[in-house]
């Protein structure tokens, strides 16, 4: 089960705007052959105004990667997870952080990206 701790907002049919770095907490059973994965979407509407973002995928405050997206549509990021990184039955914390943000002129909101999928998988 996968639980928001933090810039991830409300679900809309099943994915959600995140803000700057969400983060969202998971209990993963086992930390072997384990892959971190999200599907997510650059918005067309976002990156008219941001061009080319940056998101780096962390586990528990460990840099996994960096990906740079240079055109707006769907991706999947799958990337192992270093065994050591995480606890069987303890709580692991996922985050992304974009480098860029859009700001709503309406209302002020700020945008990072679509997420419809974030967890650990085994492999």
Not at 78 to 92: L, S
């Amino acid at each position: 089960m996968t639980h928001v701790v933090s810039d991830v907002m409300g679900p809309a049919d099943g994915w959600s705007w995140t803000g700057k770095h969400p983060v969202v907490k998971v209990l993963p059973r086992v930390n072997r052959n384990v892959q971190y994965v999200a599907d997510l979407a650059v918005a067309d509407a976002t990156f008219k105004s941001t061009g080319p973002v940056t998101i780096t995928f962390e586990v528990n405050g460990h840099k996994l990667d960096t990906v740079r997206y240079d055109q707006p549509g769907k991706f999947q990021f799958a990337q192992d997870v270093p065994e050591e990184w995480i606890v069987p039955g303890k709580d692991t914390l996922l985050g992304a952080e974009i480098d860029k943000v859009w700001t709503s002129p309406g209302d002020g909101a700020k945008l990072g990206f679509i997420l419809t999928k974030i967890g650990i998988t085994e492999k």
